[in-house]
């Protein structure tokens, strides 16, 4: 790939993982509307990479009190606050890790094809998600949801007062991400909202609940960068590196809007972005 070509890569994700309006979508329609070559699974997972960093950069403190509530949890330290934080973390997690099981090995392609009729090539379903129609219903639909979870829910909690339910709930609704164009950051958003935290509160629990989801993303590579060549790692490292950047800007940019503004232009981009999908396609 050109320069130009990774660097609207990392632009176009390190603004939409944090911007409720699906990083996936936007990486899946890159290469449709500007007729480049798909990416690939290696440079969706760099700039995944590099929008991790910027979340254990921006929330490094947070990101640390996860690190010792973990030591602690093992016997390692001692730091009681924060390890109900790090267990509604892993609790969290857990649904998207049994749904993205389940879906890498082919034990939900039969349901896809009977209930769905979906057509599911080479078995792999996760990849026969990958068309603009489905896209853009998600589009529409989630971002009704957040607009609606956003207009009526209540800013009656704090992050320190999460439950194990709560974390758990936000964590089903994560999962629903795996879906291209619900976007993770903004169906958990939506849950939160809906269980009552603050638009800031929720924000920073959804970037803190994505580390080990785009951490365990990227472990799932180690084999293929095993193989890749040395001209794709560096294609890898430079674009991650550029959605570091874009992901960081964009990350205290949302944070502060939030404090003194809705959701909705988030919510009125995704439907327009999916009607004008349907439309065109």
């Given at each position: 790939m050109t320069f130009l070509q990774m660097l609207i890569l990392a632009v176009v994700q390190g603004i939409t993982e944090f911007l409720p309006i699906s990083s996936s979508g936007h990486l899946i329609l890159v290469p449709v509307f500007l007729d480049f070559p798909d990416q690939g699974p290696m440079l969706d997972i760099a700039v995944h990479i590099g929008s991790l960093l910027a979340i254990i950069v921006y929330f490094f403190k947070d990101a640390w009190g996860l690190a010792r509530g973990g030591f602690a949890t093992v016997g390692i330290g001692h730091a009681p606050e924060h390890k109900k934080l790090f267990w509604w973390i892993v609790l969290g997690t857990i649904p998207a890790v049994l749904l993205g099981g389940a879906i890498k090995l082919g034990a939900l392609n039969g349901v896809a094809q009977d209930w769905l009729g979906l057509a599911i090539a080479n078995d792999d379903l996760m990849e026969s998600l990958r068309f603009t129609d489905l896209i853009a219903v998600n589009l529409i639909v989630y971002g009704i949801?957040?607009?609606?979870?956003?207009y009526f829910g209540k800013e009656?909690?704090?992050?320190e007062?999460?439950?194990?339910?709560d974390g758990l709930l936000v964590g089903m609704a994560q999962a629903l991400a795996l879906i291209p164009g619900t976007s993770r950051s903004g169906v958990t958003m939506t849950a939160a909202r809906?269980?009552?935290y603050g638009r800031v509160e929720a924000a920073r629990f959804s970037f803190l609940l994505s580390i080990p989801a785009v951490a365990g993303a990227g472990v799932?590579?180690?084999?293929d960068l095993m193989e890749a060549s040395s001209e794709l790692l560096m294609e890898a490292l430079i674009t991650g590196v550029l959605t570091f950047i874009a992901a960081f800007?964009?990350?205290?940019?949302?944070m502060n809007f939030l404090k003194k503004a809705s959701m909705l232009v988030f919510v009125i981009y995704r439907v327009a972005m999916g009607v004008l999908l349907l439309w065109m396609f």
């Open positions: 949801l957040l607009g609606l979870a956003d009656v909690k704090t992050f007062q999460m439950t194990w339910r809906l269980l009552g799932l590579i180690v084999p800007g964009t990350m205290a940019f949302l």
